[in-house]
């Protein structure tokens, strides 16, 4: 049954605004949905009710749309996770750098080749301080370093790829 001027019945009465701009249920917010559902049951026609099989079908769809948002808010819950792991790894990995020759690009696109001397996190990302042999040490973001060199031993030459 629907709702509207055939009914007799005046929904801007109740409260209700017509959802007329929408294309689909899919559209609706779990509180339109349920005022929606609540207004066409309270105005519907007592001799002509609703059939069992559409309101089953309109109860079966807000548990979906429920299901879907707790479904979403579990991967935005997901995603924040996996971006703080990374994230910490990506520390613990730099700050195995320290005293270590690297090979990396700034994020000018300059290569830069140098002992890191610390790290620190700008923004988002973590950051390496190389000694490039400049007069302050050059930042080079984590992920812009391709080379990591051990640093050698005394007595011994060279130093290993690590």
Not at 58 to 82: D, Y
Not at 130 to 154: L, T
Request: hydrophobic residues 35%.
């Amino acid at each position: 049954m629907e709702i509207g001027s055939s009914s007799g019945v005046d929904i801007t009465a109740t409260g209700f605004e017509p959802f007329s701009e929408l294309q689909d249920r899919s559209q609706l917010s779990h509180e339109e949905f349920l005022r929606l559902l609540l207004v066409q049951i309270s105005t519907q026609n007592p001799l002509e009710p609703m059939d069992d099989e559409k309101m089953l079908n309109q109860m079966l769809s807000l548990q979906q749309m429920n299901n879907n948002q707790r479904l979403v808010q579990t991967m935005e819950t997901f995603s924040v996770q996996f971006e703080l792991m990374r994230f910490q790894t990506e520390f613990v990995s730099a700050a195995g750098m320290i005293g270590k020759s690297v090979k990396g690009e700034t994020a000018l696109g300059e290569e830069v080749e140098g002992e890191v001397l610390r790290i620190s996190v700008e923004g988002n990302q973590v950051v390496c301080w190389v000694d490039a042999g400049q007069e302050d040490p050059v930042p080079i973001p984590f992920n812009n370093i391709f080379e990591v060199q051990g640093v050698p031993k005394d007595g011994e030459e060279g130093g290993g790829d690590t």
